[in-house]
């Protein structure tokens, strides 16, 4: 599964501890920036993760913006992208088995990143459950 990950300056640090994780676990994520800890705007990196994603360069995407909400708030302006804030762990699980999440969402300023690397693994061993699931899901891009 190709995954791909951006954030603003808010989750900026959050990001690149993330993809040095996973690099040390052989895994790389695909980084869309920003690349610098300068203040940059959240609705470019949302634009750009929705474009990698309804281009399917991507099968997921991460978002982190300081708290979350307005890179979530810029990315579902996308027909087609399904991003979900996982704020806790019920939720990691919820949003891929009923919301089938496409990309997921952190707050760089709001969590630690125990809690966000639990609730990725939660998110990517849950599985989208589909029926009457995907009904509302269909109705989201009408
Ligand atoms: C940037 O200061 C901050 O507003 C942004 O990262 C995010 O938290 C917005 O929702």
Known sequence: MKIAIASDHGGFELKQNLIDYYQKQGKNLEDLGTY????????DMANKMADEILQKKADLGILICGTGIGISIAANRHKGIRAAL????FTAEMAHRHNNANVIVFGGRT???????RRINIFLNAEYEGGRHQNRLDKLDM
């Open 86 to 89: 996982l704020y806790d762990d």
């Open 111 to 117: 969590m630690n990143f125990d809690d966000v690397l």
């Open 36 to 43: 610098t800890a300068q203040s940059c705007d959240y609705p």
